[in-house]
């Protein structure tokens, strides 16, 4: 491995720093696992995968400090701490993105760097009217994956994704150690500023709401892109692109 491009990929910003340490609470990223293993024991996930994502989700609302939890389906009305938050008319938003938009049933995965530069990942809608074709992310050596989600839309504002959505999953490895083509432990968190989904609250300013669900994917072929999706440029986690 080229270290000096891992470094690079990992330049020390708020964005790259949270996803590092939340991948350590939710993918099993330690500091001590980040050098290749002997060979190609290095997991080679690319291809095209098969998402099916759980019926159900989970909002988080947090205001001065008190952090409530409920949960529902994404055309639910569900009450969170006294907060009423109707799924089905925030989803249906162009500007608001809850988690089966964000992660398509069809995507690509591949690590454009490999071997030389194996963390590096990508992953790629195959649809061409995701309003996200591309999110990059983190992989280590035992399959665990982050992609960061802190996708803005056209707009700005407070209702552009805060840094803190991701997704995260584990490439499964059978008793051997092979991979065994699917991806389990999948969650899809978006995360929202409540001056957002509630601009007539006074009392949600300052609020964080996110919305989490589950997924698994299935491993369905080689790597390739439709002839309407162009392959997009390398980037890190925060988007940037990488030469």
């Given at each position: 491995?080229?270290?000096?491009d891992f470094n690079k990929l990992l330049k020390v910003s708020g964005v790259v720093m949270g996803m590092l340490l939340l991948a350590g609470s939710q993918a099993g990223w330690t500091a001590c696992k980040v050098k290749t293993m002997s060979g190609n024991a290095f997991p080679d996930?690319?291809?095209?995968?098969?998402?099916i994502h759980s019926d159900q989700v989970t909002v988080q609302v947090k205001v001065g400090g008190v952090v409530k939890t409920s949960a529902g389906a994404e055309g639910d009305v569900v009450e969170v701490g006294g907060v009423t938050v109707d799924l089905g008319k925030l989803c249906a938003r162009p500007e608001v993105h809850c988690p089966s938009e964000v992660l398509w049933d069809q995507v690509a995965i591949h690590q454009p760097k490999y071997p030389n530069n194996p963390f590096l990942m990508q992953m790629i809608n195959l649809d061409s009217e995701a309003f996200q074709i591309q999110k990059g992310g983190l992989l280590n050596g035992q399959g665990n994956f982050?992609?960061?989600?802190?996708?803005?839309?056209?707009?700005?504002?407070?209702?552009?994704?805060?840094?803190?959505?991701?997704?995260?999953?584990?490439?499964?490895?059978?008793?051997?150690?092979?991979?065994?083509?699917?991806?389990?432990?999948?969650?899809?968190?978006?995360?929202?500023a409540g001056a957002c989904l509630f601009p007539n609250d006074d009392g949600m300013i300052g609020a964080t709401i996110t919305i989490t669900s589950n997924y698994t994917a299935h491993r369905v072929g080689d790597f390739a892109l439709p002839e309407t999706i162009e392959k997009p440029p390398i980037t890190d986690p925060e988007g940037n692109p990488i030469p």
């Open positions: 491995m080229k270290r000096y996930v690319a291809g095209n995968y098969e998402l982050l992609l960061g989600l802190g996708f803005k839309v056209a707009t700005g504002g407070p209702c552009a994704g805060l840094a803190l959505s991701a997704a995260s999953g584990n490439f499964e490895k059978d008793l051997s150690g092979a991979l065994t083509g699917t991806i389990v432990n999948g969650k899809v968190t978006v995360a929202y």
